[in-house]
């Protein structure tokens, strides 16, 4: 199982059109369909929001969407008071409370997360300034987070 992030399904969709890549997509619904890709509700929604009809895609199939359970919820109030945010005091060049939650759900399943948000080579010193990628590698977060050409190259699937 791997939990994907809003920013790499909508990469996907913009930038591998399923009309002229069938067999890309053909093979993603197939990881869809049997649970491989999961998708937080939370990120759901966001695609949605930037993207109806790779939304649309998305729920055709048969998508294991996770809903926000009280582990999860405990593990993005513990992963925020790690990075310092206070109440909802987010800082607007770092991660948002969708992004905590989608981090916690990767924690909590103890699975892989993939994710397009930009690495940061400098980690920022103000911690609520970091990304996805960042918070993930914060040791007490653990969880490993990769984009998604890399989780292409990681399946080893040859598309023809």
């Known amino acids: 199982m791997t939990v994907f992030d ?16 069938p067999p890309l997509w053909d093979w993603l619904a ?16 966001e695609v949605a929001g930037i993207s109806p009809d790779c939304h649309a895609w998305l729920t055709g199939n048969q998508l294991q969407v996770i809903e926000v359970s009280n582990d999860i919820a405990n593990e993005a109030s513990r992963i925020k008071t ?19 939650l989608i981090v916690a759900t990767a924690m909590e ?4 997360l993939v994710s397009d948000e930009g690495r940061q080579n400098k980690v920022p ?10 918070v993930c590698d914060i040791q007490s977060v653990g969880v490993h ?13 040859v598309f023809r």
């Open 6 to 21: 809003a920013s790499s399904i909508i990469y996907a969709w913009d930038n591998y059109p399923i009309g002229q890549f």
């Open 30 to 45: 197939d990881q869809v369909d049997t649970g491989e890709i999961v998708v937080p509700r939370v990120a759901l929604t």
């Open 82 to 100: 790690t990075i310092g945010v206070v109440n909802d005091n987010y800082h607007p060049k770092g991660v948002g409370e969708n992004d905590i």
């Open 109 to 112: 399943l103890d699975v892989d």
């Open 125 to 134: 010193q103000e911690p609520r300034k970091r990304k996805i990628p960042s």
């Open 145 to 157: 987070c990769i984009n998604f050409v890399d989780y292409l190259k990681g399946s080893g699937q």
